[in-house]
């Protein structure tokens, strides 16, 4: 009847003004296959800015293994599609140095370091997987990063990835990280890829940022050689996500746009602001990871990106502590934490491919007041699609509607809509499968949440019995005789130059650490060098005692300016602190082969000097105690078995950290490096 007829109607409109006060936004999202635009490159990661990958590789196997997987294994964890690595070049270019394949102009090897073993295991994980490479730097003795000499240098570098490692490259930066691009070495260097058999590898220009992400792209426009010379536009960090407002330099121009080449973000942050990101534990890391991932697409047409580090694998005294995908800094005990970054990028990469295409118009955009964004996919065949719809810019629920194309619908009725679901409290969950009746799809997006809706499945893979947190134990001791010739030993972390195990040419069986470099590097934070060092330990470590034998090596250079450094409780400190001056808390001797000898202490305070009796190929022994007390640091020096300081030192600062090796700009040798905690009877002479 009629009252039953008006009781329904309010009861209808009831319905919904209940559900708009409780949702942000009714949404209308048109999955068509005729809106097909940009072609999906991929999401991946980016292993360099020196040392970020470095631990990973001193893992137990089990481990180690296991933290690949969730890295690259398809529909497993992050199932990344691309890895892009740093080309070495012996100097510190973020969190440390890697060393390079090409020392001097007859120098070569491929087996130095661990880039190229982090593609193979990426490649035995996900054979199709894009592998890409981008220098940080050079060696000294090829100039200009920007040099016909860093053309061959490259193209060696590709040489050697192929024909010892069996790696194919797909992409190459044609920038020196960071800096304004050069024209003329992007022309060089492509015209070199074709006359050396490498057509297949595309170009990458320029990996520039802060503002001048399109500079090459907008150079571009009117040098149709460069043009031609440069196959995809790769900045870091672009698009209005990134620059916090419209600042000019991070969105391509309609011009730029309208060469239709790729736009790859090529080194995208993770848990900004830098130097101290909120680290990839923090849920906010995952929630920024998010918007990212949808929203570079939507504001400067981005099609691929590379994160800013796969595994957070460098010492925690280093800066961007937290800055990957997963936590993999424990190599003594196997211990890492999947975070939830990684099922951020799980809920793209487990169910779009590289090779499909973006849904544009309508079907990718952003939410109503910003409140988030979508995007959709499409596999080549129309026979996949995927939605991926985040809402981390609102505290309300969104209701949207999704308006299924025949064939779209057809597909969805064929093979359901799996939908995986992500908020703080329960992350990368399986929320069921869809499978709707009409070609219209009402659902509700929780508010801070990311969501995914595909024909295809997924998996949160997992691993039992993970080992649990520990601090790194005493004693740590290594007389380097069961490495590899011209290999990095275990758990050093070189912040510039590189320390590997050579033959000691003076006693035959025996190895030792040499540090290797001759002259300072073009690179990153190679600026103001004195020394080239490498380290060992962890924060926790204090009130401890290192042992070292160390040798000086014949050289040209004048004894005053030859050098060598052994520091321990290096506190507070990032790599360019170690290469530029003496900034740590903890006590560190200077030993010249004059014979001169110096200890410094809270942050570069000289305490004592002296002179001891040093020649070149002679070895030395080292010890430095520090016993940590009440009133201060009792800290004991000797050298040649002979005490040279004892004295109590007050800092202001708390002394803990690891221990360092240095030199000056030369090569010289460490042998029997033990670090050992300071017991009361082991330094009877020290003065409290």
């Avoid at 690949?68 to 100097?91: Q, R, T």
């Avoid at 661990?114 to 054979?127: D, G, I, N, Q």
């Avoid at 290594?478 to 050579?502: K, Q, W």
């Avoid at 950290?657 to 009361?680: C, E, K, M, W």
Wanted: charged share 15%; with cysteine; proline share 5%.
């Amino acid at each position: 009847d009629q009252s039953t007829m008006m009781l329904l109607k309010w009861a209808t409109a009831t319905l919904v003004t209940l559900i708009g006060s409780f949702c942000y936004a009714q949404v209308q999202i048109p999955l068509d296959e005729a809106n097909v635009a940009h072609v999906f490159g991929g999401i991946g990661a980016v292993s360099g800015g020196g040392g970020g990958s470095r631990l990973l590789i001193d893992y137990p196997e089990q481990q180690r293994s296991q933290v690949l997987d969730f890295l690259f294994k398809p529909g497993f964890g992050a199932s990344l599609h691309m890895l892009k690595v740093e080309i070495g070049c012996d100097g510190d270019t973020t969190q440390g140095s890697e060393p390079s394949h090409q020392r001097n102009e007859t120098d070569l090897s491929f087996d130095r370091g661990y880039e190229f073993w982090l593609m193979k295991e990426a490649v035995s994980r996900r054979p199709d997987i894009h592998l890409s490479g981008l220098m940080w730097g050079v060696p000294a003795w090829v100039g200009s990063p920007y040099s016909a000499a860093s053309v061959d240098y490259h193209i060696r570098w590709l040489e050697g990835a192929r024909d010892v490692h069996g790696l194919t490259i797909s992409s190459i930066g044609i920038g020196y990280n960071e800096h304004p691009y050069n024209a003329t070495f992007a022309i060089l260097f492509r015209q070199a890829l074709d006359a050396n058999g490498f057509t297949h590898v595309q170009t990458i220009g320029s990996d520039e940022c802060c503002g001048s992400q399109f500079d090459i792209g907008n150079a571009m426009v009117a040098n149709a050689t460069l043009r031609e010379a440069v196959d995809i536009l790769g900045s870091h960090c672009p698009g209005l996500i990134n620059s916090g407002s419209r600042r000019p330099g991070f969105q391509p121009s309609q011009e730029v746009l309208a060469m239709g080449k790729p736009i790859w973000d090529t080194e995208q942050h993770l848990g900004v602001p830098d130097p101290n990101p909120v680290p990839c534990w923090e849920w906010s890391a995952a929630t920024s990871l998010a918007q990212v991932l949808n929203q570079a697409y939507l504001s400067a047409s981005t099609t691929a990106n590379m994160l800013w580090t796969p595994v957070y694998a460098w010492s925690d005294f280093l800066p961007y502590a937290g800055k990957g995908l997963l936590v993999a800094n424990s190599p003594h005990n196997g211990y890492y934490n999947v975070t939830n970054t990684i099922w951020t990028v799980a809920h793209t990469t487990q169910f779009v491919s590289p090779g499909w295409f973006f849904l544009g118009s309508n079907s990718s955009a952003m939410l109503p007041g910003q409140a988030g964004s979508f995007v959709s996919y499409i596999s080549p065949a129309n026979d996949s699609v995927t939605l991926v719809i985040e809402t981390f810019n609102t505290t309300e629920a969104i209701l949207v509607e999704i308006q299924l194309s025949p064939v779209i619908f057809a597909l969805v009725q064929a093979k359901g809509l799996n939908q995986w679901t992500s908020t703080e409290k329960n992350v990368f969950a399986f929320s069921g499968t869809l499978a709707p009746t009409t070609s219209t799809l009402t659902l509700e997006i929780p508010a801070q949440s990311v969501v995914s809706l595909s024909t295809l499945n997924g998996t949160k893979g997992a691993y039992a019995n993970v080992p649990p947190p520990t601090a790194w134990p005493l004693p740590v001791d290594d007389n380097f005789d069961h490495y590899g010739f011209d290999t990095t030993p275990r758990f050093f972390s070189d912040m510039h130059g590189t320390f590997s195990v050579m033959d000691d040419l003076n006693e035959p069986g025996n190895k030792v650490l040499q540090q290797q470099v001759m002259d300072v590097p073009v690179c990153t934070h190679c600026g103001g060098t004195k020394f080239f060092a490498t380290t060992l330990g962890e924060m926790s470590w204090r009130n401890y005692t290192v042992d070292v034998d160390v040798q000086f090596v014949t050289s040209d250079i004048p004894s005053s300016k030859q050098l060598i450094i052994v520091g321990s409780h290096v506190s507070n400190l990032r790599s360019e602190g170690i290469i530029s001056g003496y900034t740590g808390t903890g006590p560190a001797v200077t030993l010249y082969l004059n014979g001169t000898w110096t200890l410094h202490a809270c942050g570069g305070q000289e305490q004592a000097h002296g002179h001891a009796s040093l020649h070149t190929n002679e070895w030395v022994n080292v010890k430095l105690v520090t016993r940590i007390g009440d009133t201060g640091a009792a800290v004991e020096l000797t050298v040649a078995s002979a005490t040279l300081f004892s004295q109590t030192i007050a800092c202001a600062h708390p002394m803990d950290g690891p221990i360092y090796l240095a030199t000056g700009i030369h090569q010289a040798r460490f042998d029997n490096v033990r670090v050992d905690h300071s017991h009361a009877d082991e330094s009877t002479h020290l003065s409290q």
